[in-house]
């Protein structure tokens, strides 16, 4: 699975591609991607995050910044089609 991310949210710029084998690595390695665009103590609290509480807070973050009222993922492949549905990723292969 490979996705375009890209989205520009709370001051947090992405544009990137992500490959992965699966729902549950692509979004390891998208926590990573953030977490490596944040100060120091952000980035050791994200990368220490369990993937789902990484996918269920940018959830909640989204909904914030945007006034959208999203449920959280109950898993990561739901969290892969909730990004593809606002648009935040796409399906490059």
């Avoid at 699975?1 to 998208?30: C, P, Q, W, Y």
């Avoid at 103590?41 to 269920?56: E, H, I, K, N, Q």
């Amino acid at each position: 699975m490979k996705l375009h991310v890209k989205f520009n949210i709370s001051n947090l710029a992405v544009d990137e591609e992500i490959e992965g084998n699966g729902a549950a690595d692509v979004t390891r390695k998208a926590k990573m991607a953030i977490a490596a665009r944040l100060d120091f103590l952000s980035g050791t609290f994200v990368r220490s995050m369990p993937d789902l509480g990484f996918a269920r807070e940018v959830v909640s973050r989204y909904n914030s910044a945007t006034g959208s009222s999203c449920p959280p993922p109950a898993g990561v492949d739901e969290f892969i089609d909730w990004a593809l549905a606002q648009k935040l990723a796409s399906v490059v292969e």
